[in-house]
């Protein structure tokens, strides 16, 4: 046990989906599924943090207050956060350095969304200082435009194929069908993903996740708190990585026009994507030999072979091979997405990577159904959000 | 009467037909580029207090990726009515060792290119209005010097 451990005695979700209702809904339905999970009660909360929604108005932007106050105002210390996707991991962290400096024993964090149909916009009006509204207005770059800009790359590179990125669709749907949470519970082969049109070539509608709603909720305590309410031995947070960039950053990423410039300083060692996970295993003292599940985003299916790589299952250009002999389904070596990932979910963008934790905390107490990886006992998740977020939360049993 | 030409963001670009170039600003303490001028001052770590020079950077670089948008982007995005598909393409500039984006250019198709071919900058319409044309950049295989 490291000295930054932290306990998960909650995980709740509400069901993904697409209903436009309100996100405190979802939310709230997450925090009192965690809340049951976990056996406690809502007057036992000492602390609260909400990560926050930038596309349902004010309530949103507060999202600590607004779940707060839908529970119940106990008076206690709240906090709201935004990280893009990132979001989660932010919040999550921000749970726990609270717990490990003393100023909180059992934290609630929540993160729920409802998402407009469609592409993902900029905000409203003429935002020409804004880089995420310029980029659609100059250059038509659409999110599965970067998603894209990086899957050709891995075919000119390492020959990922189309049929590749297809099979990455078709495992997750495999994975995600039995998941009561997940919001595209179906079968796809091949061919439905193949025969799907063209998005960003050369990804295709099925490749690219969907936008969803959804929430998701965690109850994280203090070692001492789990071990008082009589949980010798709970799903512990042993790492968590909220890492950013370090310059200059020379691989392309949304919303920007241009990577940094490698012109005057060397790039360093260890991309961006790189160095996310590597920063939780470090801090847990574990390595990606002792994983025994990854939950990563696939925003799009070619991206989940980058997650591969970038989180150390393998060497750069051995994805697609670690794909197709089986290693990254259930039941082989190190099972990515067992949840069905975002190709089953679509993306609720900050339940998202909360969503990646609780897979991770019912995936080690063995309580994952007919999706469950045997004997799973450490975990990691990986994620990144716009403006140079990275997010990366390694779990242990 | 032929329209005037601007740029459709201004500062960004010069407007010189046969030979356009996209302004950034270099610190030379780091011997480092930036595009677009967002911030005034250099970010490269420890350098903030860097003097930064207007340049002009290199119109020439090598294809990293590139990528066909298939379905019509939303607002604010300006699209071709009726739509067209269009590829978008990332370069990495030859001197300043950065990938800066740009839509292909018109007559160029994503078969026409593959990654690691040297390509160049080109003007291109954005949209107009009864006086002006906006440009924006754009990419295309390179022609031989």
Known sequence: ????????????????????????????????????????????????????????????????????????????????CYAACATG????????????????????VVGADTTPKGFLAPNKGERGFDPDWLRFRLLGATNPTYFGLWAQRRMDLYGATEKDFAHVKVKNSRHGISNPKARFKKLYTEEDVLGSPYVSQPLRLFDICATSDGGAALVITSMDFAKKHGVANPVRISGVSTISPTFPQTVIDMPDFTTDSAAGMPAPDRSFRDSIAYAAYEEAGLGPEDMDLAEVYDLSSALELDWYENIGLCKPGEAEGLLRDGSTEIG???????????????????????????????????????????????????NQGLFGHGSSVLCTR | MAKTRVPAIEGWLTMDEDNPQLLGYLDESSGTYF????????????????????????????????TTNHYKPPEPAISKDPFEPYTVAAVELNDERMVVLGQLADGVSADDIEVGMEMQLVLSTLYED????????????????
């Open chain 1, 1 to 80: 046990m490291s000295k930054n451990d932290v306990a998960i005695l909650g995980a709740g979700m509400h069901e993904w989906g697409k209903w436009g209702r309100n996100f405190a809904e979802y939310g709230v339905a997450a925090i009192k599924e965690a809340m049951a999970d976990a056996g406690l009660e809502w007057n036992q909360v000492d602390f609260v943090v909400g990560g926050d929604t930038v596309r349902n108005g004010y309530p949103g932007y507060v999202a600590g207050a607004t779940f707060a106050k839908a529970m119940g105002w106990t008076g206690i210390p709240i906090a709201s």
């Open chain 1, 332 to 382: 082989g070596r190190i099972p990515v997405n067992p949840s069905g990932g975002l190709g089953c979910f679509g993306e609720a963008v900050p339940a998202q990577a909360i969503a990646q934790v609780c897979e991770l905390a019912w995936q080690l107490r063995g309580q994952a159904g007919e999706r469950q990886v045997e004997g799973a006992k450490a975990g990691i998740t990986a």
């Open chain 2, 130 to 145: 009864d006086e002006h044309e906006y440009m924006v950049w754009k990419w295309k295989p390179a022609e031989a010097n």
């Open chain 2, 35 to 66: 595009f677009p001028k967002d911030v005034s001052i250099s970010h490269a770590p420890g350098h903030a207090d860097a003097e930064l020079k207007e340049v002009a950077l290199s119109n020439r670089g090598k294809l990293w990726s590139y």
């Open chain 1, 89 to 108: 991991a932010q919040a999550i962290d921000i749970a726990r350095t609270r717990i490990l400096a003393g100023m909180a024993d059992c934290v609630v």
